[in-house]
């Protein structure tokens, strides 16, 4: 069975840091790009990062990028997001995606329950 479980998320303060894990299972791991993409409340989701399948491509929102880095290791089924310097408009339930074919904006073929990230003083 496909599985994408995030972990990670929590409550920090403005400035902090966290790092979220994705464990895959179930399907060709490396084959996939992977992305993470965030909702909050009353808001579109949004694409964070995305990198492909062998790890040598890199993207990220404009409103992430120097704060987010997104890598992966294909021996241990895993993708991450180390986020520094966290502001309060990073604060959304943020989700795990696969997608074949190298992209990252969608379709997705599997995504995760995802993991809340808080961001407050």
């Known amino acids: 069975q496909v599985q994408l479980v995030e972990s990670g998320g929590g409550l920090v303060q403005p400035g902090g840091s966290l790092r979220l894990s994705c464990a895959a299972s179930g399907f060709g791991f490396s084959s996939y790009a992977m992305s993470w993409t965030r909702q909050a409340p009353g808001k579109e989701r949004e694409l964070v990062a995305g990198i492909s399948g062998a790890g040598g491509l890199s993207k990220y929102a404009d409103s992430v990028k120097g704060r987010f880095t997104i890598s992966r290791d294909n021996t241990k089924n895993t993708v991450y997001l180390q986020m520094n310097s966290l502001k309060r408009e990073d604060t959304a339930v943020y989700y795990c995606?696969?997608?074949?074919?190298?992209?990252?904006?969608?379709?997705?073929?599997?995504w995760g329950q995802g993991t809340q990230v808080t961001v407050s003083s």
């Open positions: 995606n696969a997608q074949s074919g190298g992209g990252y904006q969608g379709p997705y073929d599997y």
